[in-house]
């Protein structure tokens, strides 16, 4: 029977033209025949079809889909629609749209509850939700899934299927299964009980089939596929559900059969479809390949849900309409009731007649256990150091632009605060100290998330500061800001106004070491002043200044909440700002000079006059007078003397200064306001003027070095500065600008070095057209402040007679190295000459190739070289796609579909991360099945979990690896492009 079987299946298949509509389907005659018959589409016809078309006219009244008119359908050749449901609703919606089957699946356990698997959905559950589809949709076929473990023998197959016919109404109930299950169906069909088959991906049994990825691929399993088929019809199922099947497979399968197929990511060709109803709606991000958004309610659904929850939060709804009303003398004798028996807790009564106004109550504060400092200049330093020398609270560092203060802070385990004036000591208590790191990422997978967020960072970084600041916080924990500058609006942007805090502060710090990691608490006895952003916030504000007193942070108070209360305590932190930075600056002295140069007074003093005409234009009553203020300011001044502002260290650095964000604060208020501030007018344009002249001075010519004796020469001339280096191929994008920008911020200057290095590639790789553009690439280096190129020819590097080779042991086994035999050989050699040459302090990678990053770490250790590693994060696209110079040989087909091998990993990542697997195994056959199951893919060349030295593992954990990389189909004349992406496992939260 197989024989003839596939032989008429295989005939009725070649009949096929390739231009053949999915509505043709070719009947299978007796073995050695064929024959082509054409189906008419189906009319569309029912209630959404004529709200789409506009007509009010009432649909016919369709009659109740039974078997036999499935089979009807089935023999004119008209596709037959299939429909997962679990609710009302979508019972509700299918009848409208017609569906001729609805099947309540135990994919409920997945799409509904959320579950890994559908294994552990119940008998009850399935009955429940069957009722509840059945109260929604009357005409069509309702079928039910029998859930894993509820047909193990023929006798349980029978009596729970007639279980859910007589108390759930299902009308068909179907089985996952080939050969194995026949007992079972053939013990149902015999009850009666129209019973379903479904073979292919059979999600019941998905541990067995190695994951959700598609079956019958070899020509063994597909015939395996095409024999259950047939055994299924032969035991009386009438009809066949194929999942995940090669649309060449079911084609033949359908055309072998006499009972409808129902496909499910089983190609056009197929009897009928199914879709799972979320799917159809869009509701999910990731749907599976097989499936087609056919409208975006999962974006409309979050975007509704926001409208309301923001609608509630500003009290837009519920408006008069949304609202019942008392008789007004009704309401009158309630209110004489309410005032008759007193007031109640949180009702205010305005006035007669007046409705009652209930003070909303905040649910109150995370409690505070975890604190993160971002910004590790002389405020962040002092912050976090007195907070961790209680032990009460766990408290790291964050900052990737002092990255000498980092490591020092992790050398001696914490940050040392001196306490000067009538306090004086010296504290090396780091009980609370948890680390310093340069990456948010870092910072999370070793420490979790934090319930509060400090943000002390100058104000040209603050939107960076607030974005790592919202990844850092917990939901429901607190961000503070104790900046100079006016900043509120940006950081209401980045983080939200409802867990944010605004703090000013009298504490000052001093002769900050970076190198030792030590600072000078130069007021002990300062004062700060917070407010919460939200009307509602002021439990965070308070649990803040209760942590902040406690900690030896002088004394601080609450001055309120709301954006009111905000702003003023914002105004009162620039105001000291406004009237010391720009002075300095302009003078090139520190604070405490400002008291003793008698010009300088009168400045300061025109400035707080100017300064407190505009705060109380805006409203803000400030505890100044325009003498006072002055006043304030030498105080600050005088405690802070030996310090240089940060407006006079940026100057003498030739970066930009926070001048925008105070006195160019004040000067935009003033404009709007129309209060005259002159003075500050004055302020801003000599210290934008004296920033250019400064940048012009400091900016020399980038130097472009091509020979190893002139790298030495240049090394030597600055031997007192320290050096960092970001080694390149050329090809630059905004990947290596980002590794520029942190050579820059961390070092005294910047090189990097461009060289197409012969001895990554195979022969058979592209190092002929690998894309070089060095004019460009030179232009971008010059615009990053590059001190140097080194831009050596392959003579330099590699002379005639060169016969030295730097290998990693076993790097050619693992992942990536197994991929591209002796490239890692080829990175560590040239890698190795290039860090000998240049002496750089550090050298910048990305972490987007991962293994190569190990490679490097492992030759520093291995070789003793005097060079400090550091990986920057991976930077990506909008979509996800990991930016690489090879991303240049991309169509821009391929390139919208390349993010696949982001999204793969990402699922991967979210599996250990949600606390869902941490088993290899599972990790890796999902990555892999999302990949394989991606049309744009056309192969995987590996699937990589491994530990921080590039092994292998079997148990995830936190810093492991999970990289992979893929060919990317051909498109048109361009050709097979490779791809590869990594990304590494944080702590669970």
């Not at 008419?40 to 789409?52: C, F, H, I």
């Not at 500003?314 to 004798?333: D, G, L, W």
């Amino acid at each position: 029977m197989r024989g003839r079987a596939a032989q008429a299946a295989l005939m009725a298949a070649r009949c096929w033209s390739p231009a053949a509509q999915p509505a043709v389907r070719c009947t299978v005659l007796p073995a050695g025949s064929a024959q082509v018959a054409s189906r008419p589409a189906r009319p569309v016809s029912g209630s959404y079809s004529n709200v789409a078309s506009g007509s009010t006219t009432s649909p016919r009244r369709r009659r109740k889909v039974t078997l036999h008119k499935l089979a009807q359908l089935h023999n004119r050749g008209e596709p037959i629609v299939m429909i997962t449901a679990y609710d009302v609703f979508a019972g509700r919606v299918a009848e409208a749209a017609q569906a001729d089957i609805l099947l309540v699946g135990d994919s409920l356990g997945m799409v509904v509850c959320g579950r890994e698997s559908t294994v552990d959905v119940s008998l009850e559950e399935v009955r429940y939700h069957c009722q509840a589809v059945k109260a929604g949709a009357k005409t069509p076929f309702l079928v039910a899934d029998l859930p894993f473990g509820t047909y193990l023998t023929p006798e349980d197959a029978s009596r729970n299927a007639a279980y859910l016919l007589k108390s759930a109404n299902a009308e068909g109930i179907k089985m996952e299964g080939g050969r194995r299950v026949l007992p079972q169906i053939e013990a149902t069909v015999a009850a009666g009980i129209p019973t379903m088959g479904h073979v292919g991906l059979t999600p019941q049994t998905v541990s067995a089939l190695s994951g959700f990825c598609y079956q019958g691929k070899t020509a063994d399993a597909a015939m395996q596929l095409l024999d259950d088929s047939l055994a299924l019809q032969e035991a009386g199922c009438f009809a066949i559900v194929l999942e995940c099947v090669p649309g060449e497979v079911s084609e033949i399968i359908t055309a072998a059969l006499d009972i409808p197929t129902i496909g499910i990511g089983a190609g056009p060709r197929t009897s009928g479809q199914v879709q799972v109803f979320h799917d159809i709606l869009g509701m999910f991000p990731r749907p599976p390949k097989f499936s087609r958004k056919f409208a975006p309610m999962g974006d409309l659904a979050e975007s509704a849900t926001a409208t309301y929850v923001d609608a509630v939060r500003t009290r837009a709804f519920p408006a008069v309409e949304h609202t019942f009303s008392m008789n007004e003398s009704e309401h009158e004798k309630f209110l004489d009731l309410v005032g008759r028996h007193g007031s109640r807790p949180g009702v205010v009564l305005l006035s007669r007649g007046s409705p009652p106004v209930v003070t909303p109550v905040a649910p109150p504060p995370r409690e505070i256990k975890s604190v993160a400092v971002v910004g590790a200049g002389s405020l962040g330093l002092l912050v976090a150091g007195k907070l961790a020398a209680e032990g009460v609270v766990k408290v790291y560092l964050v900052d990737h632009a002092t990255n000498q203060c980092i490591d020092a802070v992790n050398a001696r385990g914490g940050v040392v605060v001196k306490d000067l004036g009538e306090a004086k000591s010296e504290n090396f208590a780091f009980e609370g100290f948890a680390g310093a790191f340069t990456s948010v990422d870092d910072t999370i997978a070793a420490s979790g998330l934090a319930d509060l967020v400090i943000v002390s960072v100058k104000s040209n970084d603050t939107v960076a500061a607030a974005e790592a600041a919202a990844r850092l916080c917990h939901p429901e924990g607190t961000i503070v800001s104790v900046q100079n500058g006016d900043n509120l609006d940006a950081l209401s942007a980045a983080v939200g106004s409802d867990r944010l805090v605004v703090g000013s502060t009298t504490l000052a710090a001093n002769k900050v070491d970076l190198a030792a990691g030590s600072v000078n608490n130069a007021n002990p006895r300062g004062v700060t002043s917070l407010a919460a952003v939200a009307t509602h916030g002021r439990p965070r504000a308070e649990a803040v200044a209760s942590l902040f007193a406690a900690s030896g942070l002088g004394s601080c108070t609450v001055d309120g909440s709301g954006p009111d209360a905000a702003a003023k305590v914002v105004w009162q932190k620039l105001a000291v700002n406004a009237v010391i930075n720009p002075l300095t600056a302009l003078l090139e002295v520190e604070n405490g000079r400002l008291v003793d140069l008698e010009a300088s007074r009168e400045l300061a003093r025109s400035l707080a006059s100017e300064f407190l005409a505009v705060a109380t234009a805006k409203g803000l009553a400030l505890p100044w007078s325009p003498e006072s203020l002055h006043l304030a300011a030498e105080d600050v001044a005088r405690a802070t003397a030996p310090n240089k502002s940060s407006m006079l260290a940026d100057i003498l650095r030739g970066t930009p200064t926070e001048i925008e964000a105070i006195n160019g604060r004040v000067v935009d208020e003033a404009s709007r306001l129309g209060v005259p501030v002159p003075t500050h007018k004055s302020m801003l344009t000599l210290v934008r003027a004296k920033e250019e002249l400064q940048r012009a001075a400091t900016s020399p010519e980038m130097e472009i070095l091509t020979t190893v004796d002139e790298v030495r020469r240049f090394r030597s001339r600055h031997a007192k500065q320290t050096i960092g280096m970001v080694p390149t191929m050329g090809g630059l994008h905004a990947g290596h600008m980002n590794l520029m920008e942190a050579a820059t911020r961390q070092c005294d200057l910047a090189i990097a070095s461009l060289f197409v290095n012969p001895k990554q590639f195979a022969p058979t790789e592209d190092l002929d057209v690998y894309p070089r553009q060095t004019q460009i690439d030179l232009d971008m280096l010059r615009e990053a402040g590059a001190a140097a190129v080194f831009m050596p020819d392959r003579e330099a590097m590699y002379p005639e007679g060169y016969a030295t080779q730097v290998d990693i042991e076993g790097i050619d086994t693992i992942s990536e190295g197994a991929a591209r035999p002796g490239f890692f050989g080829g990175v560590a050699t040239v890698c190795t000459k290039l860090f000998n040459i240049a002496q750089p302090d550090k050298v910048f990678f990305g972490q987007k190739d991962g293994l190569q990053c190990m490679v490097i770490r492992r030759i520093v250790q291995d070789l003793n070289i005097p060079t400090e590693v550091v990986v920057c994060p991976t930077a990506r696209e909008a979509s996800g796609l990991a930016l690489s110079t090879r991303n240049q040989y991309l169509t821009d087909y391929q390139r919208q579909r390349a993010p696949v091998l982001f999204r793969a990993l990402s699922a991967g990542n979210d599996m250990f991360t949600s606390g869902e697997s941490n088993n290899r195994d599972t990790i890796v056959s999902t990555v892999q099945s999302i990949l394989e199951s991606d049309s744009i893919v056309d192969s995987v060349q590996y699937v990589s979990l491994a530990d921080s030295r590039g092994r292998e593992v079997e148990v995830a954990t936190p810093g492991c690896m999970l990289s992979a990389a893929v060919k990317i189909v051909p498109d048109g004349d361009a050709q097979s492009v490779r791809i590869l992406d990594n990304v590494i496992f944080p702590e669970r939260r």
